[in-house]
């Protein structure tokens, strides 16, 4: 896992006048789950809009080996990174099927239909459910699609946002396994920005802390856990 995916260094973003990010330094290595853990309005899902040039940002993304810094956010895309928001990141008015269609537009190879049957074999539900418009779904259905949107681009990076936020337990250990499963059988890289510190620090290899817009501690995901600090932040001890 020594080759480099994902760089940032010294990213900075803003909104107008309002500084988010004060140089933020963070690596992906291939093959890597990292998670970054922080409070709510530390900068975390800045960080993920920044590295798909979505904010204002200074500083310097790379991309496998290639500076994205200044890249449109489509042609990051095509680059291979995968971007699943906060609160859903599904086509509303499109449906189920249309969804995971749109969402292999970049690939030119002939499995793309493998891959919706992988994933209506995965989720039955979204199998059974492809005509109906992906706005009428529930909550853990919509992010069931949109993890499965993201990954039909077969992308070498994704970025997730809070997926667990708002969904039932059972939903939530689901989709975490599903990260997993897909780092693991795909090589996938994810950068994943996360509440339940418990959760992610089960499936990831590494971490850092963000606080206030700025790194302030990292480690493997064991050393995390054992963080008397961590402990008592995130973990609830």
């Not at 922080?38 to 204002?56: D, H, P, S, Y």
């Not at 200074?58 to 990051?76: F, H, R």
């Not at 290899?205 to 963000?210: A, D, F, N, T």
Request: glycine letters at 10%; aromatic letters at 4%.
């Amino acid at each position: 896992m020594s080759n480099q995916v994902l760089s940032c260094e010294n990213v900075k973003a803003s909104y107008g006048a309002i500084q988010a990010l004060h140089g933020v330094n963070l690596e992906v290595n291939e093959g890597e789950i990292v998670v970054v853990l922080g409070a709510n309005g530390a900068g975390k899902t800045t960080t993920l809009r920044a590295i798909c040039n979505m904010v204002a940002t200074e500083g310097t993304v790379m991309l496998n080996g290639s500076d994205i810094s200044k890249a449109d956010t489509a042609d990051i895309v095509n680059a291979g990174v995968a971007h699943v928001p906060q609160g859903r990141g599904t086509f509303a008015a499109l449906t189920v099927l249309e969804n995971l269609e749109v969402g292999a537009y970049t690939r030119a190879d002939d499995e793309v239909q493998a891959d919706i049957e992988m994933w209506f074999e995965k989720y039955p539900v979204l199998g059974e459910r492809q005509t109906q418009a992906a706005g009428s779904l529930s909550g853990g259905e919509q992010q069931m699609l949109a993890v499965a949107r993201a990954a039909m681009s077969r992308p070498t990076m994704m970025l997730l946002d809070e997926p667990s936020l708002g969904l039932a337990p059972l939903i939530i250990e689901d989709l975490f396994q599903t990260f997993a499963q897909l780092n693991k059988e795909q090589g996938t890289s994810m950068l994943l920005v996360e509440q339940n510190a418990n959760l992610a620090l089960e499936i990831a290899h590494r971490g850092y802390l963000l606080e206030t817009g700025e790194i302030t501690g990292s480690g493997s995901a064991e050393e995390l856990r054992n963080d008397p600090a961590v402990q008592a932040a995130y973990l609830g001890a």
